[in-house]
């Protein structure tokens, strides 16, 4: 028996007369970092003598859904899969993943089926994300403490390191760490402080913060010049004196003249006292206690930003502090928002003719199920005019996940089935509904003829595969299936309808009708 490369085999004629098909992939992860491309080998080869390109298959899948299709020399995609298909035809079937985003790392089957034949093997994605690193200065309530935050964000996978040194030394004591925290998209962010205190700082004084990842080749190292921090403190000194000199040089002036005007009254004539009294202290603001209104919390759907607002009104004078809070699910700890928490926040003041003001308070916050869902939000105010602050919540929040349907087809034992991929589903409460026509009418299968299975995905939300039979597969005679979808976070039910035709399904779209994927059973 003689060995040949695919190439050969499909460039030969004639009858079969034996096949051995051999599919090879990488025995370790392969790697990629999120946003550039990455290829999945997977090569095969036959052994036999004579072979028919048409009768060649290949197929790709991820998660239970199919990725990419091969078949008489046409690639079929569903999403950023591309495959070459000279190479394909000459016993290379790798695959082309653009765009890498965290949620591609998972193990990927390659199938090739020759006539039957069916071969497949598994290549396992590992995908990183490099960190950003930044630091800056934020001022501290508890005395004249300064604190260093070294922001680090975008990384993947969760596993990092971050130390501070001085001056080349580490650093072990007034250092806080967070933990990293998930953002919507997969990745993760962290904030390490260090605590400095200015009067220990010298000249050439330099903190840095150095980070430590997988998907780095070198470590990050972020500087920061602390001697700047001494000289800004100085300053602020030097200032404060030549301020306390000039107010009392003012004071001093002011007594005098007034001397001067109560002298020059008590030896004048005239009646016209106008002409001997200083100018009056400008119109003091009048006191206004603020009026917060309820927080807008608009819809929150999963993998989206979201904009909540809070406004505070009628308030005098306009010396208003804003600040936000929030409590994790099942916490009733208050945590000061963080805006390495993928979190920012910003205010709007208006001044009106009665010398009141108007801020409207937004925080705009990245959503996910988790981490966000149940989680609740505080908007607290301060002001002169207050006892206390004043403190308005949200409530717990509920996210939303909107559900993406695919349709496909998987044939067992001579039957068809028809399925549906329903992803991204949160809350997992939904209806899922087949009918077939039936006498030009649509006709509901029985709940016992149908199938559905769910399952978790790593953003929290869930993926149910539901299928059908279709006992009449083998019929000629035209017939249409449909799918129904019904979730909370619908307007209206999703539907998807289908068309037997020929004994061929086809998936009618606006566009037309296109051919059913066919995919393994579930």
Known sequence: MIRTSCRQVI???????????????????????????????CTFSFEFKEAKPHLLFVRWMFAGKVLLMFSNKEVTSYGRATLNTQAAMNGDASLLLSDLKVEDEGTYSCSVDYNGEIVGKEVVLRVEASPSVKVTRSSSK????????????????????VTWHRNGESIKHNVIIGEPVRDGN?????????????????KDDVAECRVEHASL???????????????????????????AIVFIVMA????VYWALCRRLKSKSTTSDEESVIPAGEPEAEPSKCPKMGKIIVPPLINGTTARLQCTISGYSPGNLNVSWLWMKPGSSQLLPVSPSENKTATVEVTRHQDKSYTCTACLTID?????KHSACYI????????????????????????????????????????SAVIEGIYPNAVTITWSRTKDEKYVNYRETDIKNKSSANRDGTFTINSRCKD????????????VTVIHTSLESPIERTILREEGVYHLLTESGKMVLPAAPLM
Do not use: W
Not at 252 to 255: A, D, F, N
Not at 367 to 371: K, Y
């Open 367 to 371: 959503v996910s199920v988790i981490g």
């Open 11 to 41: 460039e030969l004629a004639g009858s079969q007369t034996g096949s051995g098909l051999e599919v090879m992939v990488p025995s370790n992860p392969k790697t990629g970092m999120a946003g550039s491309s990455v290829l999945l080998p």
């Open 186 to 202: 997969g990745t993760y962010d962290v904030n390490s402080t260090l605590i400095v205190n200015p009067d220990n700082i010298t």
């Open 142 to 161: 508890a005395g004249d403490k300064i604190h260093l935050d070294c922001l680090v964000e975008g990384f993947y996978p969760k596993e990092i390191k």
């Open 217 to 243: 080749g070198r470590p990050i190292e972020e500087f920061f010049v602390m001697t700047q921090i001494g000289r800004r403190r100085n300053s602020f000194t030097l200032v404060a004196v030549s301020a």
């Open 379 to 418: 908007c607290q105010v301060e002001h002169p005019t207050l006892g206390k602050p004043l403190q308005k919540k949200t409530g717990k929040l509920h996210v939303k996940g909107i559900p993406v349907i695919n349709v496909m087809q998987a044939t067992k034992n001579k039957t068809t089935y028809l």
């Open 252 to 255: 001093l002036c002011r007594g």
């Open 471 to 482: 006992k009449q597969s083998r019929d000629k005679k035209s017939k249409y299936f449909k």
